[in-house]
Nanobody, 114 residues
Framework: VQLVESGGGLVQPGGSLRLSCAASASIFSAYYMRWYRQAPGKQRELVAAMTSGGNTNYADFVKGRFTISRDNAKSMVYLQMNSLKPEDTAVYYC?????????WGQGTQVTVSS
């Protein structure tokens, strides 16, 4: 399953972005859907996760600001990011795991700056 992220860009502090992750095949049977991010010089870190049953988990540093969601019919996963801070600047990656596959996207750059 191939993943393609989009929706990144430059936004001012306090602004919002919605990242999209398009899967090349159905994600109906996926075990999990996750968003990670990696800032320059830092390790990749988990931002948000969703299980097949729809349960969600968020890193403390995005709780209350970011929301992960999915649209099985469109094979899409989203990350709504509100109240963005300069420290949210990073490359954001989509990761989906399911029967016989674990896939990563190429990443999309998010830059939060005035």
């Amino acid at each position: 399953v191939q993943l393609v992220e989009s929706g990144g860009g430059l936004v001012q502090p306090g602004g919002s972005l919605r990242l999209s992750c398009a899967a090349s095949a159905s994600i109906f049977s996926a075990y999990y859907m996750r968003w990670y991010r990696q800032a320059p010089g830092k390790q990749r870190e988990l931002v948000a996760a969703m299980t097949s049953g729809g349960n969600t988990n968020y890193a403390d540093f995005v709780k209350g600001r970011f929301t992960i969601s999915r649209d099985n019919a469109k094979s899409m996963v989203y990350l709504q990011m509100n109240s963005l801070k300069p420290e949210d600047t990073a490359v954001y990656y989509c990761n989906i795991g399911g029967p016989n596959f674990i896939s990563w996207g190429q990443g999309t750059q998010v830059t939060v700056s005035s």
